[in-house]
């Protein structure tokens, strides 16, 4: 019996489903992009999605699982409104991520590797963006933010405020 | 003379007055080069890129027409193609460019080496965290699409591919090319093991598969435009074409150069300004974060055709695949990382050593463990609390992964170890033998 996760869905989200799905000559090919819709959409990939993924693509629920786990941009904990994910990697540590993060944390109120509590802003790590030359570099939901000075962040923490205070981020389109 | 760009992939990229659309590529000849390939016969295609001496431009540098000839045509199953797009190696980020700059380009040569093998279906991977790239390269497809340059009877030919584009979500792994066949199959990215799994005899759904780096398919537009002769006269023999190096770290003017038979030095001094003021070159990375680590003040010992040797340094370095070989590291991705004196080396290692124990995909037993011991032995030695005998363990560890794993990315971690304490041993001994929290660099490179 098909479970009821997909009314949760925007009719968008659906449509470009049923419309990934047949491109690929394997169904199981279409795991990816299926799960990056609904977490485009939800902010999260629930229990309930995962099952719903199961039924939609014909598979065992461990070959949606075992995917979910395995890659570090699935989230099975919702997403802030705002995602901010800063570069640690070498060429952008040399130029300073590791303050520009300390700042971050400070000013936003934010741990670093958390999702604050109110649910707006989740601030991590995140390994080389190949955006080096420019660095440091984060990607704040869709945009690449690059050349982070530690003693010119006001822009971007501002940025960020206004996207945490701001209901519905930009979508990512599977 | 102060060296000079060859700009041939990029000459467009950053005009203000180009733009993504397909209009733009157009009005620069752009699908020419598709239109005329469509009426020749494969074989001849194929014929002139092994010709022109192309190599991989993805990391190991494999000629790419030989990669083609080994393709099993006989098999009578579909033949697929993949563009690696996943860009992951630290320093790397020339096929950013490439595909944020002039997707039709791309697409371009993904449709004429698509048609070169017979392929009618071909896949872009691209990584989750070029969200904008994705979206440019879907738009690019369907107005290449409505033009008749992507999809049914091509350029009127009859010949049909399509492509699609496909996120991945966040694993370095993915860029391995096995990696990213799992992973384009629904499945983790586990590599798989060779033999048998040879992607050109058993990769995508077990189907004879090319994969090829975006900038290495950019470049078969222009093998077409040119023809093998002239464009094998860039660059040295055996290293032909130009090559886009992402300069990273302590130079003036960090940036991407695309370039051709020019020294390293070159590189550093004409194109990226030399060091920051008041500052010397302390190491560089050549190619990307898994690559030996050159000391700046290295000597290398080369031969003269009469079979006399020569010394030369690191700036002399020929910037292409074998000068850099020969020095004894590799151009892999063309990703240099610079770092200056006041960078503490044993952190710079800490930090990659950190990259990828978090990357390693945890299938093999060397790979995943002895990353996670060599993070957690250079980072306690980072934080002042080392002891004594972790210096050997380190190195004795890290002798112990690489060629022993499923895939490459074990000499990851094994690389960095040796050449860093190879080359740095005294530095990383004092710091050591003292054995204090904070560091002796001016930046911090690791966590708290
Ligand atoms: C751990 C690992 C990571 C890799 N990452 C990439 C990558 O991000 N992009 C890429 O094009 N090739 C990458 N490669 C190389 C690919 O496996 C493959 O050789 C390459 O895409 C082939 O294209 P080429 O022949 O055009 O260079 C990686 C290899 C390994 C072992
Ligand atoms: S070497 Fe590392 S990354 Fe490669 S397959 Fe083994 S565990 Fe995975
Ligand atoms: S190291 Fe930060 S983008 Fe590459």
């Known amino acids: ?174 | 003379m102060a060296a000079k760009e060859t700009r041939i992939l990029l000459k467009h990229a950053d005009d203000p007055n180009y733009s993504t659309s397909i209009d733009s590529y157009l009005a620069v000849g752009g699908y020419k080069m598709l239109e005329q390939a469509v009426t020749m016969k494969p074989e001849l295609i194929r014929a002139e890129v092994k010709a022109a001496g192309l190599r991989g431009r993805g990391g190991a540098g494999f000629p790419c027409g030989v990669k083609w000839d080994l393709v099993d045509r006989k098999s009578g199953k579909p033949i697929y193609l993949i563009c690696n797009c996943d860009e992951s190696e630290p320093g790397t980020f020339k096929d950013r460019q490439l595909v944020h700059k002039d997707p039709h380009q791309l697409i371009e040569g993904i449709m004429i080496s698509a048609y070169a093998n017979n392929v009618a279906l071909a896949f872009i991977y691209i990584r989750e965290e070029m969200p904008k790239g994705a979206r440019i390269l879907r738009q690019a497809i369907e107005e290449a699409r409505a033009k008749g340059y992507v999809g049914e009877n091509i350029c009127g030919s009859g010949y049909s591919c399509d492509i699609i584009v496909h996120r991945g979500a966040g694993a370095y792994i993915c860029g391995e090319e096995t990696g990213l066949i799992e992973s384009l199959e629904g499945k983790r990215a586990y590599p798989r093991i060779k033999p048998p799994y040879f992607p050109a005899v058993l990769g995508l759904y077990n189907c004879p598969t090319i994969v090829n780096n975006v900038e290495t398919l950019c470049n078969v537009v222009h093998i077409c435009r040119m023809g093998s002769v002239e464009y094998a006269k860039i660059g040295r023999p055996n290293n032909t074409g130009t090559r886009i190096w992402c300069v990273s770290g302590h130079v003036q003017r960090p940036g991407y150069y695309e370039v051709a038979g020019i020294t390293m030095g070159e590189l550093l001094y004409d194109l990226c300004g030399g060091p920051l003021p008041g500052r010397k070159f302390k190491a560089i990375v050549p190619g990307g974060g898994s690559m030996k680590i050159l000391r700046y003040d290295e000597r290398f010992k080369g031969k003269n055709p009469d079979g006399s040797e020569y010394e030369y340094g690191v700036d002399d370095i020929p910037l292409d695949f074998d000068g850099v070989a020969a020095a004894g590291s590799m151009s892999g991705s063309a990703g240099m990382m610079v770092m200056d004196d006041s960078v503490d080396i044993m952190e710079a290692l800490a930090n990659l050593v950190g990259f990828y124990s978090h990357e390693s995909c945890g299938q093999c037993t060397p790979c995943r463990e002895g990353s996670l011991w060599a993070k957690k032995i250079t980072w306690r030695m980072c934080r002042g609390d080392a002891r004594e005998q972790d210096l050997d363990t380190l190195v004795s560890m890290a002798g112990n992964i690489g060629g022993r794993t499923v895939c490459p990315m074990g000499f990851s971690t094994t690389w960095p170890v040796q050449s860093y304490v190879g080359k740095f041993r005294e530095e990383i001994e004092a710091k050591v033998r003292e054995n204090k929290v904070g560091m002796r660099g001016d930046i911090r490179l690791i966590e708290k």
């Open chain 1, 1 to 174: 019996m098909a479970n009821s996760f997909g009314n949760k869905l925007k009719p968008e989200t659906l449509a470009e489903i049923e419309k990934i799905i047949p491109r690929y000559p394997q169904k199981r090919s279409a795991l990816m992009p299926v799960l990056q819709a609904i977490q485009d959409d939800q902010r999260v990939i629930s229990n309930d999605a995962i099952e719903w993924v199961v039924e939609k693509l014909d598979l065992q629920p461990i070959n949606v699982l075992e995917v979910v786990s395995f890659f570090p941009n699935y989230r099975q904990k919702p997403i802030g409104k705002c995602w901010v994910r800063v570069c640690r990697t070498l060429s952008c540590a040399l130029h300073g991520a590791y303050k520009v993060v300390d700042i971050l944390e400070k000013e936003l109120g934010c741990k670093m590797g958390t999702t604050s509590e109110d649910g707006s802003i989740t601030l991590e790590y995140a390994e080389c963006l190949a955006a080096c030359g420019t660095g440091p570099g984060a990607l704040i939901d869709e945009d690449l933010f690059e050349n982070l000075k530690p003693d010119d962040l006001g822009p971007v923490i501002a940025e960020i405020k206004k996207r945490a205070a701001g209901g519905v981020p930009t979508p990512t389109k599977g």
